[in-house]
């Protein structure tokens, strides 16, 4: 079966709402290195804001894209208007989501990750076992950030042989010689 959309390419960004574009723009520049590209607004604007985005007429936005070496692309909502929802969906509920980074050692993040205010770690680390073999030795946890995003660290090193995912290659192995 051929996908309806033709051309795709890759992914560019994923989006989030956040209540504070300031707080949010500096966590994720000062928790994980991101770069803040550019800062955007629009609105209100009565005739474009409904049928565009699907909001109320008297909505408005300001973003910040932000950019994650060497892979991703995060663009940053914080909209004003009435009839907005303030609460974040749970993970099981509809809407649910999350934003996952892959680490190089999944205690240390979450040992510094544990001194960084407002940040809520759930949980303590856990590991894939033996009933996933594809994806054994996985280390992983969540955490919210300090406005309640859902973020999952994970780390891979001690898979095996890990499925090929997003991002770049994996680095030659150490020891080997040609």
């Known amino acids: 079966m051929s996908p309806v959309l033709s051309g795709v390419k890759y992914v560019d960004h994923c989006a989030f709402t956040v209540p504070d574009l300031d707080e949010a723009t500096a966590f994720f520049r000062d928790v994980f290195g991101a770069e803040e590209l550019y800062r955007s607004r629009r609105g209100p604007d009565a005739e474009f804001m409904p049928l565009h985005f699907d909001v109320p007429a008297d909505a408005s936005l300001e973003l910040a894209m932000m950019r994650m070496p060497p892979n991703l692309n995060i663009e940053l909502f914080q909209w004003s ?8 969906p749970r993970h099981c509920d509809a809407g649910g989501h999350h934003l996952c980074f892959v680490v190089d050692d999944v205690d240390d993040a979450i040992t510094r990750l544990r001194d960084v205010p407002g940040v809520r770690v759930l949980g303590h680390r856990k590991e894939v076992g033996p009933d996933s073999p594809r994806l054994a030795g996985t280390r992983w946890t969540y955490l919210t950030a300090p406005w309640g995003l859902l973020i999952e660290i994970v780390d891979r090193s001690r898979v095996v042989t890990p499925p090929d995912l997003v991002g770049p290659p994996p680095p030659e192995s150490k020891g080997t010689t040609t």
């Open 81 to 88: 208007g009435t009839g907005r929802r303030t609460e974040f």
